[in-house]
């Protein structure tokens, strides 16, 4: 305060610059300006500095997932739709429990099943014991069909060779080998030898064919006589039978 004093009350006492007329400054002033100078050189320096540093510094994350949504914002617009009926009527009912409702569905179409059919098996046939049912396991051995045609055939044809009341006579009912004399332990084993002998016989073949189709008694009986099973071809069919033949069982010791 003093030095502001005296230069505000004594102007002109300022010293001059003898060399070129000019007033000199005291020399306590201009260290004082200086300083001032230097300060604030120093503080324009540093905030300028951290401005810098500031925009060079790089995005977080964060600022740029934030800056990502505020300029790709998307608006989703549901539409409305009516609320379902419910399933539930709010009346309840006589036991106090409230009603199911279920949509009336209308009436159940008609399906139509398919038919099914059951073949018997050897025990099923071996129990039941007849010469019907023999026929049916040499069928089944050699894999014909268990048709009509062909078991009128096979009952016939075990009734040209061995008769009905003992059909089962030496457990071979159509006198295959040995000249038409052999044995066979059991009618089981008789009828598995017959299939097999069958198809393994090219001169045969006309039988095999005819019980594979199972829907022409008369092709097939043609086939028999036509065929080397018996020398003498039953008279390419003279002293074949076609009356029904009697169905008749065998003792249980023959199977």
Partial sequence: MRLLRRL???????????????????????????????TVGVGALALAGAIFATQLAAPSNAQKLSAYISTHAQKL????????????????TSTGAAAIVTPDAGPAPDLTRDGYGATPGLQTLSASGTNYDWAKIVLLDGG??????????????????NGVDDWWNRNNPLNMGNGGFASFPSLLASAQGVAHLIHSNPGMS??????AAGDDAAATESAI???????????????WHYTPVERIKAPAGAW
């Fill in 144 to 161: 014909w069909p268990q048709t009509d045609a062909n078991v009128t055939v096979m009952t016939r044809w075990m009734r040209q060779e």
């Fill in 8 to 38: 505000t009350r004594f102007p002109s006492a300022r010293p001059r610059d003898r060399a070129h007329g000019r007033r000199r400054q005291p020399h306590h002033l201009r260290r004082w300006e200086l300083a001032l100078g230097g």
């Fill in 77 to 92: 617009d549901v539409a409305s739709q009516a609320a379902p009926a419910p399933l539930v009527s709010p009346a309840p």
């Fill in 206 to 211: 006309g039988i095999a064919a005819g019980l």
């Fill in 225 to 239: 006589w036509n065929s080397n099973w018996a020398g003498g071809h039953y008279a390419y069919g003279a002293h």
